[in-house]
């Protein structure tokens, strides 16, 4: 069905992206291709779609991509877009301002397939991805794990004859990336061929047919995944943290200083039968802790984070940074206490070069008489996450990894009191990792906090040092990670708790 041979692309680097890669994908195969961040997943999955380069031109490109025995460049836009399905890792590239049915239901319109068939479908997919609470809603006022069900449910409308979904798990909760393994191994009849890529490959291995690996620029030849899962080394090799390694046990935090204080805090938003999505939230966030906030898609902790920043109006409540109550701030006064670093940080950029990114981190944006001791402080953080030799690059000109460094890096230099990761993209890369753990060490040590958003619980259980749950709209369970797993507030979610040690078993 599917069949590229000798791919070869690459954005203007000395080496490419993607090097003589080649692989077969039949019909009724479900290929997992893992690698970690900035390997080159999505660019080759962008090609096996069709979108490179016919709408995403690069700099260089060779080699042969076949689709149902015809050269994928000779199809016209119609076929190719009604033959394959994608799914960026990115949903928000793929959606608009539209509500939730209208997007789900755009591409069924477009073909202009009778209403009563796309009532059904509509019915049948809203019930699927669970979206009956988000009927009515504009897609952009969605979680992000939210957003991505809606996306899933539009690529999926039409049963193209092959699916492509990049990175599908990210920002979805334990129980939604469950969800999505059924809803694909249901599919098997309308839509029997799928192509994968994740960088943790433990929610849908039991999926795939095959698991192939991609790694500088090379494509291994897939394999059953009952023969790589447990083998800790050739995962180390791909530069992924072993999916089913025995995990350390988290050093036990001393916490000093009360940083970030929540008293009351009820949100201005509200869900559809107009309950505020938060309700009375309070917590403290103490020097030197990890703190980690966990909940369903659509709990409420973009709400959450975006209230601490001042991004979103509260009904009531207050903040308190610093032992400074923070209510009559501007969002500018609070960035200088409170930083933060978006799952996509490229939303936060905007400056022309990686270097001046970080100084403007370091100065607030005001302008310091001593330059030359400034930019030497800049470039020594740069080094710190290994990105001094793109200090001139244009920072939209990086890798979605690179950008995630660099967003570390900027809440480095700024030393606010609290930093906010929101689901970081390198929590499964074995580089990624370090240098995450290695902005957590930094941050601590120097009487700082860190408060990370997240549903890869393996990660959480890893590096916190303090759980918050949130449901409801208020915080169910805040304690040691330990506890929580065991906690009543956990079991109601419904989730799997993380082991320090699994083992594979296939369906």
């Not at 899962?229 to 180390?236: K, N, R, T």
């Not at 935090?253 to 309070?282: D, F, I, K, M």
Request: charged share 20%; with cysteine; net charge neutral.
């Amino acid at each position: 069905m599917l069949e590229i041979t000798d791919l070869t692309l690459g954005f203007g680097g000395a080496q490419p992206v993607i090097n003589k890669a080649s692989l077969t994908l039949c019909e009724g195969q479900r290929l997992l291709i893992c690698g970690e961040a900035g390997s080159g997943k999505t660019s080759l999955l962008a090609a096996a779609a069709g979108l490179i380069p016919r709408l995403l031109p690069v700099p260089s490109f060779a080699g042969e991509i076949v689709l149902n025995g015809r050269a994928i460049s000779s199809l016209s836009k119609a076929e190719l877009f009604s033959t394959v399905s994608f799914v960026s890792q990115n949903t928000e590239d793929q959606l608009w301002d539209v509500n939730v049915e209208d997007a789900i239901v755009f591409a069924l319109e477009n073909r202009a397939i009778e209403k009563q068939i796309i009532r059904r479908r509509l019915g049948d997919l809203i019930d699927e991805f669970q979206l009956r609470s988000l009927r009515g809603r504009q897609v952009l006022t969605l979680s992000g794990g939210e957003r991505r069900r809606v996306a899933m449910a539009a690529a999926i409308a039409c049963y193209p004859d092959i699916l492509v979904l990049d990175e599908p798990t990210t920002g979805l909760d334990p129980a939604s990336r469950v969800r999505l393994r059924s809803v694909l191994q249901n599919l098997s009849s309308n839509v029997p061929t799928q192509l994968i890529s994740e960088q943790d490959p433990v929610a849908l291995a039991r999926l795939a047919t095959g698991i192939a690996v991609l790694g500088d620029g090379k494509l291994s030849t897939p394999v059953a995944p009952e023969l790589l899962m447990s083998d800790d080394q050739a995962w180390i090799q791909a530069g992924i943290v072993p999916p089913l390694r025995r995990r350390k046990v988290s050093v036990v935090a001393q916490p000093g200083r009360e940083l970030l204080s929540l008293s009351g805090l009820t949100s201005r938003l509200t869900r559809e039968h107009g309950e505020p999505v938060l309700s009375g939230v309070e917590f403290q966030v103490r020097a030197g802790e990890v703190l980690a906030l966990v909940g369903r898609n659509g709990a409420g902790k973009t709400t959450l984070f975006k209230s601490i920043l001042g991004l979103s109006r509260r009904e009531s409540g207050s903040v308190i940074i610093g032992g400074e109550n923070a209510d009559t701030w501007t969002v500018a006064e609070r960035a200088r206490r409170v930083s933060y670093v978006p799952q996509s940080v490229r939303h936060i950029l905007f400056k022309m070069s990686v270097l001046d990114e970080v100084l403007f981190s370091m100065t607030a944006g005001n302008k310091a008489s001593d330059t030359t001791t400034l930019t030497g402080q800049a470039r020594e953080i740069l080094e710190r996450y290994e990105l001094n030799y793109l200090a001139e690059v244009n920072p939209f000109a990086l890798s979605a990894r690179q950008q995630t460094l660099l967003g570390l890096a900027c809440a480095d230099a700024a030393g606010g009191l609290v930093t906010i990761i929101d689901e970081p993209l390198l929590a499964r890369d074995v580089k990624g990792r370090r240098m995450l753990e290695r902005f957590l060490s930094s941050t601590c040590s120097s009487g700082r906090a860190v408060m990370l958003i997240s549903h890869d619980l393996e990660m959480v259980d890893d590096l916190a040092t303090r759980l918050l749950i949130l449901d409801n709209g208020t915080i169910a369970f805040d304690g040691t990670p330990e506890d929580g797993w065991v906690s009543k507030a956990f079991t109601s979610l419904g989730w799997e708790p993380p082991r320090h040690t699994q083992e594979w078993t296939a369906i």
